[in-house]
Every structure is written in C-alpha cells, then in structure tokens.
C-alpha cells in the first residue's frame, strides 16, 4: 500500500542474504553502478546537448527571442509534466518490483495498458498547445509545432519506462545521446538558416518521433524475450492506480519547485530578456545536477526489485554508500562551479548575458541539498513511499510561490533564483532524513564527508584567484588550479573511508591493480573498516 512505512532495515552486522529470485540476484551493486554511469550519460549529455544550443540560439536570437522561445519550452514541458503525472514513475517501479516476484508475462499486459492511458494524455496535451497558438498570434505556429511534440513526448514515457524499470539502461542511455546529438546538429542548422523558434520546435518534434519509435521497439522487443505471453495483471493495475495518483501530487508539486515555474512570474512581473538569463542560468545548473545524482534516477527500479524478491538488507548497504559516493562527488563540484561557472557563462554567451552568472551562483547553492534529495526521493519511491515526501513537498511548493510572488517583481532573475534555492531545500532536507529513518543503521560517515568539504573549499579558493585574468586564459587556469589543489587534498585528507575506496576502487578498476583503482585508494583511509 502506497505510504504504509516499510520496516525498519538493520544494516550493521549482518551478512547478505541470498537472493530469491534471478532478477534481484543481478540486481548488484556493480550492476546498479553501472546503471548509474549510463543514466548520467543519457542524462548529462543531452543537458549539454541544451546547453550548446542555447548558447547558439541566444547569439541567433537575442535575449528577447530567446526568452520567448524558452517560455514556450517552458510550456511544453509543463503540459507533458501535468498530463504524464506519476503514472511514469509508477510504471517504473512496479515493471521493477514485478520482474523482482518473478511475474514477466504481467509485464506485457501492463505495457499494453499504459499505452491505452497515455495516449489520452496525448491527444490531450497537443489540443492544449495548439489553442495556445490560437490564441496567440505571434509566433503561432512555433505553439502548434510544440503540441505536437508535446503528445510525442507524452507517448513516449510509456516505453521509456518499460525499459527503465527493466534496467535496461544501456539501450535508454543510447537512445537519448543518439538523437540528442542529431538534435544538435540540425537546430543549429535551422538558426543559421534562418528559420528561428519555429525551425527549433520542428527539430524537436522530429526528434521526440525518432525517440517515440526506437524505445517502442525496444521496449516489446525486450518484453517478448521475457515473456511470449502475457498474464493477467489487474492486481497490479489496482495497486499502479492509487500509486500513481499520490505521485502525480507529488509530481505536480515538485514541478512548481525544482521545474522553473518561476517562469509564470517572470513571464507575468519581468522582462523576456530575465527569462532568458533564468534560462540560462537553470540550464547550466541542471547539466551539473544531472552528473551529481547518477544514483537518484536508477534507485526506485533497482530498490523496487530487491523490494519484490524481499532482499531488504542490500537495499540498505546500497543506500549508504550511494548517499556517500553522491555527496563525495556534488560538493567539488559545486565548488569548482561556484568559481568558475558565472565566467565560463560570460565567455560561452557573450556580454549581453553577463547576468545570467550572477543568477547561476544562486542557484548553484541547492545543488549538493538537491542532489542527495534525488537519491533519497528515489529510494522512498522504490520503497513504496509517496505520503511522506509529499506533504514536505506541498510545504516547499507555498514556500516557493510566496517567495517568488515576493522576490520576482523586484529582482528578476536573481529573485527567482532566490526562491528556487530556498524551496529545494526546503523540500529536499525532510526527504533525506526520511529515508535514513526508513533504513535505520545506514551511516553517511559525516567524518569522511567534511573532508570532502574541506578538499572542495580548498580546489574552489584555488580556482578563484588563478581565473582572475579572465577570458578563455583565466578559465583554463582556474580549472587547472582547481584540479590540483583538489588532488593535493585527496592524498592529505583521504577523505573516502576504507570501505568505500575499496569498493569503488574494485568497481571503477576491476581489480586494484589499476591506476584508477591506485588513485582511489590512495584517498581512502583503508584503515577504516566503517
């Protein structure tokens, strides 16, 4: 049952347990490393896939066009966000947790289902767009190329999701990077042509149909390998219904505080030249983001696998080193970012977009909070959890609204910025400590992690003063910089414990005879055994 809370997880001292069933014996932790790296690269790839282009649409188009084409992005994604819901999620989480108890062929029966579901929100989400366009006489048919897209997009969670729930994570990563890098390519080739916003949705809607009919094929092509019949799945059905709907709360609340609605009030209070430095600036934040939660998107499958073969125990082990690894990995980075973020913005943009770095350090704040969050939001999912988290969420979500309604009018970008942070973390901290509550024993080694807080300050402090020149010179030096202060540190301050050096070390290098695996061990503390 949705948000019944699971039993408490004892962690210390307790061996493995054997799992039941084959899907959760190849649910390991190498496996769901590996999911991770895949998942960072379908996720990272494409942000910076939308970096690059929004680079080159803000010098085609200026800081007005490019706040009106983000605007209208912002609305499409706001459609497929409303009319998708949390039945992805769901859909996620019980294909995994099905294939955990062993029940394939109620896999087929519940894909051909969900296609029924989604397609409505599919009509449903092109009609909406293309009104708009109606309504709007300027760049009308820029709204209905949208809607139509929209729908591609709608549709296309349903086999997505097949294929993450079944951890397959090679074919989703390749899918998106693929297409990604054609979109790339022939957005700039239609701004260069000449053709605008318009040209730039007609890019997307042609990509969002290549990505609709490669996870279609891939998704029944990996369904009939595990199933060649389908069987009855209505005691699924009744269990996705009430769990989607707790998630699509939860979802729609979450959009309002992570998803940029504070574009409605700079839309409403502001100027399309602060949408566009919001833009920017929220683009370069989430590219980082994507790369510090690899974890957080291939949790709630792999958790809910383990969950429906009963093996509760790694679900816990997986968890603490996970959260561990994770902020190991966000606070560097959001450290060297802080430095060196709003000069790379300036260079990349050109003058005219100076600004959007003053918004990007603001932003740049929530990122470790954020992070963690994904991960443990992800956990709680797998978990069957959506109450908890949610009410928190329903709490960041007025605390969003009433900061922007209060910051946007007078500050612009930057306000948004302002209630953007100050709302993740205010979602994002209850989250965390839920799920630790949740899996009682798990330790995230506080020990270890301001060691990995001092090594950050120290590549941050160091990148400052080196990028002072500025230009391209300053930022190669401030990176430079950045990267041996954070080495020196690694090897003073050690600041992995024993176990987890040794476990990312035979992950990373398969085997410690590596040079990776040498460099990792070396910042642990291998006297460690916590």
Same mark, same amino acid.
């Given at each position: 049952?949705?948000?019944?809370? #699971?039993?408490?997880?004892?962690?210390?001292?307790? #061996?493995?347990?054997?799992? $039941?069933?084959?899907?959760?014996?190849?649910?390991?932790?190498?496996?769901?490393?590996?999911?991770?790296?895949?998942?960072?690269?379908?996720?990272?790839?494409?942000?910076?896939?939308? /970096?690059?282009?929004?680079?080159?649409?803000?010098?085609?188009?200026? $800081?007005?066009?490019?706040?009106?084409?983000?605007?209208?992005?912002?609305?499409?994604?706001?459609?497929?966000?409303?009319? =998708?819901? +949390?039945?992805? /999620?769901?859909?996620?989480?019980?294909?995994?947790?099905?294939?955990?108890?062993?029940?394939?062929?109620?896999?087929?029966?519940?894909?051909?289902?969900?296609?029924?579901?989604?397609?409505?929100?599919?009509?449903?989400?092109?009609?909406?767009?293309?009104? /708009?366009?109606?309504?709007?006489?300027?760049?009308?048919?820029?709204?209905?190329?949208?809607?139509?897209?929209?729908?591609?997009?709608?549709? &296309?969670?349903? $086999?997505?999701?097949?294929?993450?729930?079944?951890?397959?994570?090679?074919?989703?990563?390749?899918?998106?990077?693929?297409?990604?890098?054609?979109?790339?390519?022939?957005?700039?080739?239609?701004?260069? *042509?000449?053709?605008?916003?318009?040209?730039?949705? /007609?890019?997307?809607?042609?990509?969002?149909?290549?990505?609709?009919?490669?996870?279609?094929?891939?998704?029944?092509?990996?369904?009939?390998?595990?199933? #060649?019949?389908?069987?009855?799945?209505?005691?699924?059905?009744?269990?996705?219904?009430?769990?989607?709907?707790?998630?699509?709360?939860?979802?729609?609340?979450?959009?309002?505080?992570?998803?940029?609605?504070?574009?409605?009030?700079?839309?409403?209070?502001?100027?399309?030249?602060?949408?566009?430095?919001?833009?920017?600036?929220?683009?370069?934040?989430?590219?980082?983001?994507?790369?510090?939660?690899?974890?957080?998107?291939?949790?709630?499958?792999?958790?809910?696998?383990?969950?429906?073969?009963?093996?509760?125990?790694?679900?816990?082990?997986?968890?603490?080193?996970?959260?561990?690894?994770?902020? &190991?990995?966000?606070?560097?980075?959001? *450290?060297?970012?802080?430095?060196?973020?709003?000069?790379?913005?300036?260079?990349?943009? +050109?003058?005219?977009?100076?600004?959007?770095?003053?918004?990007?350090?603001?932003?740049?704040?929530?990122?470790?909070?954020?992070?963690?969050?994904?991960?443990?939001?992800?956990?709680?999912?797998?978990?069957?959890?959506?109450?908890?988290?949610?009410?928190?969420?329903?709490?960041?979500?007025?605390?969003?609204?009433?900061?922007?309604?209060?910051?946007?009018?007078?500050?612009?970008?930057?306000?948004?910025?302002?209630?953007?942070?100050?709302?993740?973390?205010?979602?994002?901290?209850?989250?965390?400590?839920?799920?630790?509550?949740?899996?009682?024993?798990?330790?995230?080694?506080?020990?270890?992690?301001?060691?990995?807080?001092?090594?950050?300050?120290?590549?941050?402090?160091?990148? +400052?003063?080196?990028?002072?020149?500025?230009?391209?010179?300053?930022?190669?030096?401030?990176?430079?910089?950045?990267?041996?202060?954070?080495?020196?540190?690694?090897?003073?301050?050690?600041?992995?414990?024993?176990?987890?050096?040794?476990?990312?070390?035979?992950?990373?290098?398969?085997?410690?005879?590596?040079?990776?695996?040498?460099?990792?061990?070396?910042?642990?503390?291998?006297?460690? =055994?916590?």
């Amino acid at each position: 049952m949705p948000g019944s809370p #699971p039993p408490v997880i004892p962690v210390a001292g307790v #061996p493995d347990a054997e799992p $039941p069933q084959s899907a959760a014996a190849a649910t390991t932790s190498r496996s769901v490393f590996s999911g991770s790296l895949w998942y960072s690269a379908s996720s990272v790839l494409p942000q910076i896939y939308v /970096v690059i282009v929004s680079v080159v649409a803000a010098r085609y188009l200026g $800081p007005e066009g490019m706040g009106q084409q983000s605007f209208i992005s912002f609305a499409q994604l706001s459609a497929v966000m409303l009319l =998708t819901g +949390g039945l992805p /999620v769901a859909l996620m989480r019980f294909f995994g947790e099905t294939l955990g108890a062993d029940r394939p062929g109620a896999i087929r029966s519940l894909l051909r289902w969900a296609w029924g579901l989604e397609a409505v929100g599919a009509v449903a989400g092109a009609a909406i767009l293309i009104a /708009v366009g109606f309504y709007r006489v300027e760049l009308r048919s820029a709204w209905m190329v949208a809607g139509i897209a929209c729908a591609l997009t709608v549709l &296309h969670t349903v $086999p997505s999701a097949a294929l993450i729930g079944l951890q397959r994570w090679r074919q989703v990563s390749t899918i998106g990077i693929t297409t990604g890098a054609l979109s790339v390519v022939a957005t700039v080739a239609v701004l260069v *042509a000449g053709y605008g916003i318009t040209g730039m949705f /007609v890019v997307e809607a042609l990509m969002s149909l290549a990505n609709l009919v490669w996870a279609t094929v891939l998704a029944q092509r990996a369904v009939r390998e595990m199933a #060649p019949v389908a069987t009855p799945a209505d005691d699924i059905k009744r269990k996705i219904l009430p769990y989607a709907g707790w998630v699509t709360i939860d979802v729609l609340l979450s959009y309002v505080v992570s998803r940029r609605s504070e574009f409605f009030f700079l839309e409403a209070y502001s100027t399309n030249q602060e949408i566009a430095f919001y833009s920017i600036a929220f683009g370069a934040m989430t590219a980082l983001l994507k790369l510090a939660n690899m974890a957080g998107g291939v949790a709630a499958p792999a958790v809910a696998t383990l969950l429906g073969a009963g093996d509760l125990v790694r679900i816990a082990r997986g968890y603490g080193r996970a959260m561990r690894l994770t902020l &190991h990995l966000t606070l560097p980075l959001t *450290a060297v970012a802080l430095a060196l973020g709003p000069l790379l913005v300036g260079l990349a943009y +050109g003058s005219d977009y100076t600004r959007a770095g003053d918004v990007l350090t603001v932003l740049l704040l929530g990122v470790p909070i954020t992070a963690a969050a994904g991960l443990a939001g992800g956990v709680l999912s797998g978990l069957g959890q959506v109450k908890r988290p949610l009410a928190w969420t329903a709490v960041a979500t007025v605390i969003n609204v009433v900061a922007a309604f209060l910051l946007v009018p007078r500050f612009g970008a930057t306000g948004a910025a302002l209630a953007n942070t100050t709302a993740q973390a205010a979602a994002g901290l209850p989250v965390i400590v839920l799920a630790r509550r949740q899996l009682a024993g798990v330790s995230f080694d506080p020990a270890s992690l301001l060691r990995t807080l001092l090594a950050a300050g120290l590549a941050g402090l160091a990148a +400052g003063p080196a990028s002072s020149g500025g230009g391209w010179g300053g930022l190669v030096l401030g990176a430079a910089a950045a990267a041996g202060a954070f080495a020196f540190a690694l090897v003073v301050l050690r600041p992995l414990s024993g176990e987890d050096g040794r476990w990312l070390a035979d992950t990373l290098g398969r085997g410690r005879d590596g040079a990776v695996s040498r460099a990792v061990l070396r910042s642990s503390r291998q006297e460690s =055994t916590s």
